[in-house]
């Protein structure tokens, strides 16, 4: 298996209280976390980029925590996503654990617990990104593998244009796979570039002709 890179994380924070902001903001200080005060600005930031977890208020000015939780998990089936939450009723627990939340934390907690479950979640969605990724790989290589080689070579000032439509389709492919085996959002757009450059050097190694990469 493949080593584990230390990584610093982007976390997407969302609840009302600035005081939890705080709190937050030192437990995640080795990561670079967001803060948001509603489902709005969630959904905002959640298109805006990739994620590697969030952290979610079930009280929330606009939706709830679980209708968020529900709209992440169409953009990021897979990423880490965590309650930390005041809403202590058993039944917006198991709400928010059907409709797609890793963990589920009732405030209030002890902080290193909070930093301990979030850490454990980030290391599982690696671990399974890491799997994802050669399902990745290979969608990535018979995406490429249905290119006319000749035609690259004829392409000439144009094979710079060719590359990027390559790449354009490839990364829908192995985007879909990756997601369907388990990854996560932001691991595969963390992973993408090396990929889809490793992939393409053995694509050009095959057909015998000079790297254009």
């Known amino acids: 298996m493949a080593k584990l890179e230390s990584t610093c994380h982007a976390v997407l924070c969302v609840d009302p209280d600035n005081e939890v902001h705080g709190l937050l903001s030192q437990l995640l200080s080795d990561h670079h976390p967001t803060f948001v005060n509603n489902a709005f600005e969630a959904i905002r930031e959640l298109h805006s ?4 977890a969030f952290v979610l208020e079930q009280d929330l000015p606009d939706w709830s925590g679980i209708d968020l939780c529900r709209q992440i998990r169409k953009v990021d089936p897979h990423g880490p996503i965590l309650f930390y939450t005041g809403a202590a009723r058993l039944k917006d627990r198991e709400r928010a654990l059907r409709v797609g939340a890793s963990a589920y934390l009732c405030k209030p907690v002890d902080p290193q617990r ?10 599982l969605a690696t671990l399974e990104s890491l799997d994802a990724r050669f399902e990745a ?4 290589q018979d995406e490429l593998a249905t290119y006319d080689a000749k035609a690259l070579k004829r392409a000439g000032a144009a094979t710079q244009k060719l590359t990027s439509s390559m790449e354009h389709t490839a990364r829908l492919q192995a985007s879909r796979a990756f997601l369907k085996s388990g990854g996560t ?6 992973w993408w570039p090396s990929l889809f450059a490793a992939a393409l050097a053995h694509y050009q190694l095959l057909e015998n002709f000079p790297l254009f990469w």
Not at 49 to 52: G, I, K, M, N, V
């Open 49 to 52: 980029r990739a994620y590697d």
């Open 114 to 123: 909070l930093r301990a479950e979030l850490s454990v979640l980030l290391e």
């Open 137 to 140: 790989e290979r969608a990535t």
């Open 185 to 190: 959002r932001a691991n595969f757009e963390r």
